[in-house]
């Protein structure tokens, strides 16, 4: 690996749910990082606390990630080691990290990003639908390019996979039945590694009904089957 400092970037996952999913090198990391730069510093400190951590924290946000990052590259050129984690889960993943890791990459620091907890994963596999290829949408734009997402992803020959928020859940299921059909295998995973964990299987029109007659609370992912998928 290429270095010009002995400076370093780890991207650290936190648990997005049950505490008991953090990995032994995840605090081992966040205990030998010279500094932690954290989405919330509170939900970070919390975390902290609660592992009988002790760190230094700083916010790195999508807010100030911009004006923030080249004093951040300089620290890890002067050998700083500093971890990076965000509210829950895998930072990069739907969270602030991209732009410092592929900064760091151009300032030739090293990078490393530890295994662990993202919620997407578990979803697709819970779903039970083919997950060999599949398509990370993310959270789609909350107004303006909908339309423009959904014709897209529903030509793609594969599994799509989608971030959602329990009060926009409806309005997606419904668009999903617009673009993609109402016959697709679809699921509905929340609260992954929580108390009320809970997957909601059946196609598109089905979870549809479905989310118009319960409330689904808590953080969800939505999993849709191709239109080739085994029903
Ligand atoms: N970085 C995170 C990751 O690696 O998955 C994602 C952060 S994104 C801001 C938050 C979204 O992730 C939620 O709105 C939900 O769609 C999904 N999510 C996070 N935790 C979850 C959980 N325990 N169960 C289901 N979905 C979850």
Partial sequence: METTTNGQLIVIPT???NLGDITARSKEMLESCDLVLAEDTRVTR?????????????PFHQHNEHHTTPGWIHQMELGKKIGLVSDAGTPGISDPAFLLVRAAIQAQIQ?????????????????????????????????KGRKTRWEFMASLPCTLVLYESPHRIQKTLKEAVQFCGGERQAAVVREIS???????????????????????KGEMVLVIGSETCDQ
């Fill in 46 to 58: 919390k975390l902290l606390t609660m592992l009988g951590l002790q760190a230094q924290v700083f």
């Fill in 15 to 17: 648990p997005i749910g």
């Fill in 194 to 216: 929580k108390l009320f964990e809970e997957a909601i299987r059946g196609n598109l029109s089905e979870l549809e009904e479905k989310s118009k007659q319960s409330t689904w």
């Fill in 111 to 143: 990078v490393t990003c530890l295994p662990g907890p993202t919620a997407f994963v578990p979803a697709l596999v819970m779903s039970g639908i083919p997950c060999d290829r599949f398509y990370f949408g993310g959270f789609l734009p909350p107004k």
